[in-house]
């Protein structure tokens, strides 16, 4: 294999890394991507690594929300609603072209476990606590009227609704990517495929990291004034050393979405509903031109790299959806693919549906000082995570700078109308099929792209028509987006393996233009596309 500038890069950053930071953090989901962007912004030389690729672990199977937390109004957790409600404001000013607002249907059945009146003043509270909102405001609707607007929704019960606002991103993986971007832009080093081995200590304290080079086998030392875990539901299996000992923190919970093509009542909003087995919150949410549902709560111990769904979790989720929308009808036949994630929540005992969904920071000391593990953290609310951990550590090393990323915007952000980067690529001469789709998922750094993918005749070349993909965008996940292996430029940057048919039509050929980017030969691409193949299983439907 050949060193190309893509692969250099990354191996320069390895080399250097003996050079010692302030903060080295482990685990490049949306949260360690945002504690590596606000401390770096503070002036704190920053290290942020990953064992895979960024937003590659629960970032990346969410249900794609962006929203205030309802829900955490039963357990009368005000505060983090308030501040669930204010970052989905941020994002969406920070953010417009990855998080839009998405309207919900809340029906109010009498089979409910809440009652109407309790949901009702439950949607009172949400409105006041969103004061400061962009988006609509609730309607309370009488049957007759939610009827006229969704004629699919089961009519048994049926004493009302509310109508609402939360909001949507369609792609995650892509704002995780953004996230570790404005933190190597406010100058954090960011590796991938850099495994977390050993916790360097001087006496009890922590004071390097040993990471070990996943592509090329290779160990390398950091020195680092504080260490900091947030490696989401994987923080119990980071330190793996007889010498530390630590009490088990992570008592994530699986939840698996199906992904349909639109089906006969779908929706033309989002569903957000109460079960009828257990209670537990459901959702029918309209995605990409598709439908997600689900989604399941259930404690998990299994592999947290290959959690995928169960016959009992398709089962649970198609008989939910089919008694809110009873012309559905819908069996294991018509689900596209499957995601399936492990919440990174607190260990506890007793119903999973009382554990907390508030961030928690474990400071180790006395027993090992400088070490940190972030306990929990929501996809909405990776900004203020960052914020709480570099005002600690501000305060530690005697800086005082202040947060400033809630007046930011996301690196491809910046531009709230998104029509006039559509008209600004027009002549470009590209598909507008292709521009849309860019737009939406790059934003304005979509003028970049298309710069790149025009100047070369080479990567104009259409990979795939219907999605609009070019030889160019697989190059620039690549050679740009630090994406190093298949996966990361099918499901992370381009995001074509998110479609219905996986990537598998074009994945020989994204194969060849990413092996010549980065280097690859004949071997490794076999390699590459053999593991993307095993990556799928987690994807794969039940016949």
Sequence with gaps: MTQTAATAKREQALQSVSAGYDVAIVGAGVNGAGIAWECALRGMRVLLVDKGDIGSGTSSWSSKMIHGGLKYLEKYDVPLVRESLREREWLLRAAPHLVRELRFLLPFYKSNAHSANILRLGMIAYDVLSFDKSVRRFELLSPEKILEREPSLNPEGLQGAAYYSDAQVNYAERMSYEISLAAERAGATVITYAKAVQLGRTGARATSLVIRDELS???????????????????????????????????????????????????????????????????????????????????????????????????????????????????????????????????????????????????????????????????????????????????????????????????????????????????????????????????????????????????????????????????????????????????????????????????????????????????????????????????VPLS
């Design 217 to 539: 086998g290779t160990e390398y030392t950091a020195p680092a004034r504080v260490v900091v875990n947030a490696a989401g539901p994987w923080i119990d299996e980071v330190w793996t050393q007889d010498d530390i000992s630590l009490p088990r923190m992570n008592g994530g919970t699986k939840g698996t979405h199906l992904v349909l093509n639109p089906f006969p009542g779908a929706p033309h909003d989002a569903f957000y509903y109460e079960s009828q087995a257990d209670g537990r919150p459901m959702m029918v949410i309209p995605w990409l031109d598709r439908y997600l549902i689900g989604s399941t709560d259930l404690r998990f111990t299994g592999d947290l790299d290959m959690a995928s769904a169960t016959p009992d979790e398709y089962e649970y989720i198609l008989r939910e959806t089919n008694w809110v929308i009873p012309e559905a009808h819908l069996t294991n036949a018509n689900v596209s693919y499957a995601f399936t994630g492990v919440r990174p929540l607190p260990f506890a005992e007793g119903d999973v549906a009382d554990i907390t969904r508030r961030h928690d920071i474990r400071d180790h000391a006395p027993d090992i000082p400088g070490l940190y593990t972030l306990v929990g953290g929501k996809l909405t609310t990776f900004r203020q995570v960052g914020e709480d951990f570099a005002d600690i550590f501000c305060k530690q090393f005697g800086l005082r700078r202040k947060s400033i990323t809630h007046k930011l915007p996301l690196p491809g952000g910046g531009e709230p109308n998104l029509g006039r980067l559509r008209v600004a690529l027009q002549p470009s001469g590209l598909p507008q099929h292709l521009i849309d789709r860019v737009v939406d998922m790059y934003g304005t750094r979509s003028l970049d792209l298309v710069q790149f993918i025009t100047s070369d005749k080479g990567n104009s070349e259409m990979v795939d028509e219907a999605f609009g993909l070019t030889v160019g965008e697989v190059r620039w996940a690549a050679e740009v987006e630090n994406a190093h292996r298949l996966a990361d430029i099918m499901c992370r940057r381009t995001m074509i393996g998110l479609e219905n048919h996986l990537g598998r039509p074009m994945v020989d050929r994204v194969a060849a233009i990413a092996g010549t980017s980065l280097g690859w030969d004949n071997a490794r691409i076999e390699e590459e596309l053999a593991d993307y193949e095993r990556y799928l299983t987690r994807f």
